[in-house]
């Protein structure tokens, strides 16, 4: 499970634990630590063993997050006594008995998906984002803003942070604030004007990007996230799965989208940045951004869930 299934996940139970309702996490890796401490965490070796736990802890409903549960490694939870939700935004499809299908960027894709799932309510689009509330609280005033953001997920698995800070100071950017993790390595990152977060909690990220003027990013749930706070930015695309959310983004104006499977064109990147820094759009594309990304995902979610017997 990677940084942003973990993210949307731990979003969702927040909510849920403000409801009062008990939730657990099921998962392959060891990531008690990164969760909610009210949440009972449950770690198994396979998918088997995981479906076992689940029928043991017998819940109302079970959320599935993870790109490979069709054929076989779906059918292990169909026959779990509950109701289903899942979140697919690389349509991939799910052979687990869908009662429920969340897409953020899958607006677009409704035929498909119901081609997926024909008999399971869809939630599809950017109203479904799921988001910690703490997104939605941190905005501060446009015109307050200065700072530049720097983000590539929880791995930076295209290796993009150092080429692109330096980039960027070499252009003469300063008040630039740069998130990184234990994951990435990246112990060389001194530079001039630049300002390093290691590690941050969601409070501690969102309160980083409810300051940022232009952000630069990966292309995964964080641009969900940095849309919720009203930042323009320029979005990179890492991953194939990622793909879909930024098409749908460069639609809108006030954001950049620089493709960076294959090898990672960072000078595209920096001039990307200087276009978004210029424009004298990005008030408006600020306040465009908080209405596309309300934060009310989770709330919309729950809501759909509970409307079930």
Not at 30 to 35: E, I, T
Not at 218 to 244: H, K, M, R, Y
Not at 270 to 295: E, K, P, T
Request: hydrophobic share 45%; net charge negative.
């Amino acid at each position: 499970m990677g940084f942003g299934h973990l993210s949307r996940c731990n979003a969702l139970a927040e909510h849920a634990l403000e409801l009062g309702w008990q939730v657990s996490v099921f998962s392959l890796y060891p990531l008690a630590n990164k969760c909610d401490p009210r949440i009972a965490f449950i770690q198994s070796s396979s998918e088997f063993d995981l479906s076992d736990a689940i029928r043991r802890k017998a819940p109302d409903w079970l959320l599935l997050d993870n790109y490979l549960l069709g054929g076989i490694a779906g059918k292990v939870y169909a026959d779990i006594a509950c109701r289903k939700a899942f979140i697919d935004d690389l349509f991939t499809g799910c052979d687990a008995n869908i009662d429920l299908v969340i897409s953020p960027a899958g607006a677009a894709e409704e035929k498909r998906l119901v081609g997926l799932y024909p008999d399971a309510k869809r939630l599809l689009g950017y109203s479904y984002s799921l988001l910690s509330s703490r997104f939605r609280c941190a905005r501060t005033a446009y015109t307050q803003r200065s700072r530049v953001l720097i983000t590539f997920g929880g791995s930076d698995v295209a290796g993009l942070t150092v080429p692109v800070v330096s980039a960027l100071v070499h252009a003469g950017v300063t008040g630039v604030d740069v998130v990184i993790t234990d994951a990435m390595g990246h112990s060389e990152l001194v530079f001039p004007g630049v300002q390093v977060h290691q590690n941050l909690n969601p409070m501690q990220m969102a309160d980083l990007q409810g300051k940022a003027a232009v952000a630069i990013s990966a292309a995964g749930g964080t641009i969900f996230e940095l849309a919720c706070c009203g930042v323009p930015s320029v979005i990179c695309v890492v991953a194939d799965n990622q793909l879909q959310a930024a098409s749908e983004f460069a639609a809108n104006p006030g954001y950049e989208v620089v493709d960076c499977r294959g090898v990672p064109h960072i000078g595209e990147i920096a001039d990307a940045y200087q276009r978004l820094q210029h424009s004298s759009a990005r008030r408006v594309v600020h306040d465009a951004a908080i209405n596309m990304v309300d934060g009310l995902g989770c709330k919309r979610v729950l809501e759909a869930m509970s409307q079930y017997e």
